[in-house]
Every structure is written in structure tokens, then in C-alpha cells.
């Protein structure tokens, strides 16, 4: 690893990196990512040619994103702070025969690296884990190629999310381990758009995703109450 940043809860790694065993297990703990995993992919496939684009997937985990992206055609490089993670990632996709650019790594160091070198950029289900989201955003954006689009997934502070994503997902049908979610870091949209405008990046689209657990399966919505995906554009160069 080259370096950290502090933008980080080692909480919320060790919490993460438990679970890097039984990562790729579609009825383990991730189950409802492994649902999720088609429609953030297609979601991302129908605003950007994937084909021999440089992408880069911030918070990759064990790489579900990663592998999807890289088997869709584009060129990409998957970062996250969890050794243990970062390590599932690479086995599996060399077991796949994919080649993905696997790092240790802050999305913030990338960027002091690396800085408009991307086509396109996904932080799935991350930002409601970190202390600043904003700093998230912003170093995304700085790694983003002039045109190209930011993808984030995360969770709306609602009553809504806040019953069916934790008591019902953690605690009644124990589809998530209890403690993967905190209220207080939901995110609304209102909140994520103000932080992409920061950046200086363009909202484009929200759109709802609804899990349903009783058939295992994902699709986007019209309603973000709870789960949604959002796409921001960065200006092209005049």
C-alpha cells in the first residue's frame, strides 16, 4: 500500500474484511450485493460505452463490481483499504481469468497519482461508511477524464431505509450481519447532490433500486425512499 488517507473507520474495515471468506458465496453474507450486482452494472453499461474504457471501482470489496465491469470490457482498476478484501478480489479474478488492477489503496492517494485518467468512476455502497462522503466525491471527481461520469449507489435517510434496510435486513430476515449499517450515515439525495456540485460535477440521474428478497432479486424504481443509484457527469473540456 502506498499510503492512507484518514478517511476511514477501522471499524468498519475490520467489519468489512470479516467477511472476505464467503464474499463470492451468493446465499453468504452478501447475498443481496450479489442480487444488486446486474442492475448497478447495467445501470453503469447504458451511460458508458464499457468497451476499452479505463474505469476505476472505489470500495470494491471482494471485486463483484470489478469482475462485472472487466467481463463487460472495460480496462479496470479496483481499489479498497482492506487487505483482506483486496486479496479475495485478486484470487477470484485470477481464477476467472480477468485482468483487473487490484490496489490497496485511498481513492484520495489515487488521485494525487493519477488525476483525469479515467473515463468512469464507481463508488458502489461505500459512502455511508466513511466519515466524509464529501471528500469521497470530490477526490472521484478529480480522477475522472473531462465527460466522464461518476456512479454512486448508497442508502436515503428515511424511515423507510432505516426499517427496511436495518431492522428488516439485519434483524428480522438477517440478509446483512447486524451493525453493517448506521442510520446517522445515510445519505439523502438533496445531501449528495450538493457535495457533487461541490466538485464541480453535473447530476444527470437518481433512480431508486428495490431489492426483493423473496425472489432474490434487484431492479431499479421510480421511488428512493431507500436504496438508490446516481450518476454525475464532469464538464467536458471547452
Known amino acids: ?35 444488486l450486482n446486474p442492475v448497478r452494472l447495467d445501470y453503469v453499461a447504458r451511460r458508458v460505452p464499457l468497451a476499452g474504457a479505463r474505469v476505476l471501482d472505489v470500495g470494491c ?46 481513492v484520495e492517494v489515487l488521485a494525487d497519482a493519477e488525476p483525469g485518467s479515467f473515463d468512469a468512476v464507481t463508488c458502489m455502497e461505500m459512502l455511508e461508511h466513511v ?7 470530490a477526490a472521484c471527481a478529480r480522477l ?13 435517510r428515511t424511515p423507510a431505509a432505516f426499517a427496511l434496510a436495518i431492522v428488516g435486513a439485519e434483524y428480522v ?12 450515515d445515510f445519505i439523502r439525495p438533496s445531501e449528495l447532490a450538493a457535495w457533487l456540485r461541490d466538485c464541480g460535477l453535473e447530476l444527470e440521474d437518481v433512480s431508486g433500486m428495490m ?21 454525475a457527469r464532469k464538464a467536458a473540456a471547452s
Not at 499510503?3 to 472476505?20: I, P
Not at 475522472?144 to 454512486?152: A, D, I, T, Y
Not at 430476515?173 to 446517522?184: D, F, K, V
Not at 425472489?215 to 446516481?230: G, K, M, P, Q
Request: charged share 25%; glycine share 8%; aromatic share 8%.
Open 211 to 231: 431489492y426483493e428478497p423473496w425472489r432474490n432479486r434487484a431492479r431499479l424504481v421510480a421511488r428512493t425512499e431507500v436504496n438508490y443509484l446516481a450518476c
Open 173 to 184: 430476515a438477517r440478509l446483512l450481519p447486524r451493525g453493517t449499517h448506521r442510520y446517522e
Open 1 to 35: 500500500m502506498n499510503a492512507t488517507a484518514s478517511n476511514y473507520r477501522q471499524s468498519e474495515l475490520d467489519k468489512f474484511a470479516a467477511l472476505a471468506s464467503r464474499w463470492w458465496d451468493p446465499d453468504g453474507p452478501q447475498k443481496p450485493l450479489h442480487a
Open 61 to 106: 470489496g471482494g471485486g463483484l463490481l470489478s469482475e462485472a465491469l472487466a467481463g463487460a470490457g472495460a480496462r479496470v482498476t479496483a481499489i479498497d483499504l482492506a487487505p483482506e478484501l483486496v486479496r479475495v478480489a485478486q484470487l477470484h479474478a485470477r481464477e476467472a481469468g480477468l485482468d483487473i488492477d487490484y490496489r490497496q489503496q485511498a
Open 144 to 156: 475522472l477524464k473531462p465527460g466522464g461520469r461518476l456512479f454512486v449507489s448508497t442508502l436515503n
Open 131 to 137: 466519515p466524509d462522503p464529501g471528500a469521497i466525491l
